[in-house]
């Protein structure tokens, strides 16, 4: 059975940083894109960033781009997201997600079929 699993989050003073992991088992991932999702209180589950099979290929939302960091390692098949410069509007569950594709460029929820359960990011002001 396909799982992924968040960790890392906490809570963190604006201007402050944390890097979330996400681990993978059931099977290998090494074929799929990996992305991060976020979903902050009454508000739509939204794109952060994508990585491709390779990890060659990164893709961000423009909110974070410049901020936040993608990364793969596929012999511990984790990915994980590396977030510098954290602001209150960063404040979400942060989820990762396995693609149905080996590229994904589009950030779209809808071509992620495995998802994990989400870790809490907290940015204080």
């Known amino acids: 059975q396909v799982q992924l699993v968040e960790s890392g989050g906490g809570l963190v003073q604006a201007g402050g940083s944390l890097r979330l992991s996400c681990a993978a088992s059931?099977?290998?991932?090494?074929?799929?894109?990996l992305g991060w999702f976020r979903q902050a209180p009454g508000k739509e589950r939204e794109f952060v960033a994508t990585?491709?099979?390779?990890?060659?290929?990164?893709v961000y939302s423009d909110s974070v781009k410049g901020r936040f960091t993608i990364s793969r390692d596929h012999a511990k098949n984790t990915v994980y997201l590396q977030m510098n410069g954290l602001k209150p509007d960063d404040t979400a569950v942060y989820y990762c997600?396995?693609?149905?594709?080996?590229?994904?460029?589009?950030?779209?929820?809808?071509?992620?079929?495995?998802w994990g359960q989400g870790t809490q990011v907290t940015v204080s002001s």
């Open positions: 997600a396995k693609s149905l594709y080996s590229n994904e460029f589009t950030g779209s929820p809808k071509n992620y079929l495995h």
């Open positions: 059931g099977q290998s991932f090494s074929s799929d894109a």
């Open positions: 990585i491709n099979w390779s990890g060659g290929t990164t």
